[in-house]
């Protein structure tokens, strides 16, 4: 309600809303663009399109000039597609290429943070991080999408039976 009150003072004093809107949710920069729209072309889908993962490797921020302030929030561009209930985002550090930052979230009632406390990590129930330690990309996606798809199983087990 208290946000609601002043967000009422401020369309009632002629503040221009649409444009702190427009600022705050919408206004990207082109690096943050480029990276959207190679997150879109690299993702990838796993259990029928349930659990949604992007993995942004040095040689693709590299590549496409893209540092990791613009890739700060993509796990919410593959969040957003219809039917994702988890989405994972790996970022590989640049500073060592064995370590690889995962972003989780979720859609549905699933806490994600059990996943990532088992990888080290932790946070809350829709939204958790943890840092991967791995040989290679493909290692690193590999041991989240395995935590995950157990715990998405889980999750639709358990609905299921209640």
Do not use: W
């Amino acid at each position: 309600p208290d946000t609601m009150s002043l967000a009422s003072l401020v369309i009632a004093r002629g503040i221009d809303h649409a444009e702190i809107n427009r600022i705050i949710f919408d206004a990207k920069s082109l690096e943050e663009i480029r990276a959207q729209k190679l997150t879109y072309e690299k993702m990838e889908m796993y259990e029928d399109g349930a659990i949604s993962i992007i993995v942004f490797t040095n040689e693709m921020k590299n590549a496409n000039n893209i540092t990791d302030a613009d890739i700060g929030d993509i796990v919410n561009s593959v969040r957003g597609i219809e039917g994702v209930l988890i989405a994972l985002a790996l970022k590989q550090s640049s500073k060592d290429e064995a370590k690889f930052s995962l972003s989780s979230r979720a859609n549905a009632d699933i806490d994600v943070s059990e996943a990532c406390a088992i990888l080290g990590g932790g946070g809350h129930k829709r939204a958790a991080g943890a840092t991967i330690t791995a040989s290679s990309p493909n290692e690193a996606r590999d041991i989240v999408i395995e935590q995950f798809t157990k715990l998405l199983r889980e999750y639709k087990a358990g609905n299921k039976n209640g």
